[in-house]
């Protein structure tokens, strides 16, 4: 599974997040700096 999504909170902030590999391994979850984005 892969591609980027977003969510929006209930404040109104977009976030985008994305999933990359196999849906059947374990999750790890990095979160980038503020004003970075997830190309860095």
Known sequence: MS???HFTTGDGC?????I?????RPVLVLS?????NLQM
Do not use: L, Q
């Open 32 to 36: 980038n700096s503020i004003a970075t």
């Open 14 to 18: 977009r976030i985008a997040y994305r």
């Open 20 to 24: 990359d590999g196999p849906a059947d």
């Open 3 to 5: 591609g980027n999504r």
